[in-house]
């Protein structure tokens, strides 16, 4: 049997409700990043987690790859309209990391922190699932390797329940907030929660061409 094409695998993940509303199945992987790619250096990276925690910490490249690790396999879908179906992910669980953590009572949101200022803000219940992940790998390849770095390496969060605007790229520290900060494209006319079901993509027409 031949294989199918681009179309008929799209009709078949429509049937199938896979494909949310006025998205389109990609085989290809698009980068779409705000700025320039950053560096990688494993001696001085870090990641550093503050706010509502009893005790703000650092890990350490080496420190973070001694963490427990996971796979998983997820439908991603971006805000500009395209949609990749099975994407094969490795990394830390973000369900499994709140378990090195001490919140306060008060931490309601999670702030992304990332290269070159850019943050994504989600709430703590979204992030507390068990789909999202600190992801180090892409379909079994580093993130930091040359022809992955753009997707967000060496270290990315992986939310499938939300626009993949929301899985920040290039992620240096994780603010646990009681209030929410909205983030970079958030501030710029996206929607602040992004459910792709809902189409939740912008917060005022005409900020972005549909």
Same mark, same amino acid.
């Given at each position: 049997?031949?294989?199918?094409?681009?179309?008929?695998?799209?009709?078949?993940?429509?049937?199938? /409700?896979?494909?949310?509303?006025?998205?389109?199945?990609?085989?290809?992987?698009?980068?779409?990043?705000?700025?320039?790619?950053? /560096? %990688?250096?494993?001696?001085?990276?870090?990641?550093?987690?503050? /706010?509502?925690?009893?005790?703000?910490?650092?890990?350490?490249?080496?420190?973070?790859?001694?963490?427990?690790?996971?796979?998983?396999?997820? &439908?991603?879908?971006?805000?500009?309209?395209?949609?990749? %179906?099975?994407?094969?992910?490795?990394?830390?669980?973000?369900r499994d990391f709140l378990q090195l953590l001490e919140l306060k009572a008060e931490a309601r949101f999670v702030i992304a922190h990332c290269e070159f200022g850019y943050s994504a803000n989600l709430p703590l219940?979204?992030?507390?699932?068990? &789909?999202?992940?600190?992801?180090?790998?892409?379909?079994?390849?580093?993130?930091? $390797?040359? $022809?992955?770095?753009?997707?967000?390496?060496?270290?990315?969060?992986?939310?499938?329940? !939300?626009?993949?605007?929301?899985?920040?790229k290039f992620l240096r520290a994780l603010e646990f907030s009681p209030v929410d900060k909205p983030g970079f494209w958030?501030?710029?006319?996206?929607?602040?929660? /992004?459910?792709?079901?809902?189409?939740? !993509? %912008?917060?005022?027409?005409?900020?972005?061409?549909?």
């Open positions: 049997m031949p294989p199918l094409s681009r179309r008929q695998k799209e009709r078949e993940m429509r049937a199938a /409700g896979r494909l949310p509303n006025g998205q389109s199945l990609t085989e290809k992987f698009p980068v779409l990043t705000y700025g320039p790619t950053p /560096g %990688f250096d494993p001696a001085t990276w870090d990641l550093r987690v503050f /706010g509502a925690v009893t005790q703000e910490r650092r890990w350490t490249w080496r420190e973070f790859q001694q963490l427990p690790t996971a796979r998983m396999t997820v &439908d991603i879908h971006c805000v500009t309209r395209w949609s990749k %179906f099975d994407t094969e992910w490795e990394g830390v669980l973000f219940a979204v992030m507390d699932d068990e &789909d999202v992940m600190l992801a180090t790998k892409y379909n079994g390849r580093w993130l930091h $390797e040359p $022809e992955l770095m753009d997707h967000g390496g060496p270290l990315r969060t992986v939310v499938p329940k !939300r626009y993949f605007w929301k899985s920040a958030e501030q710029g006319g996206y929607h602040n929660d /992004g459910d792709f079901w809902k189409e939740e !993509r %912008f917060q005022r027409r005409g900020f972005f061409s549909r």
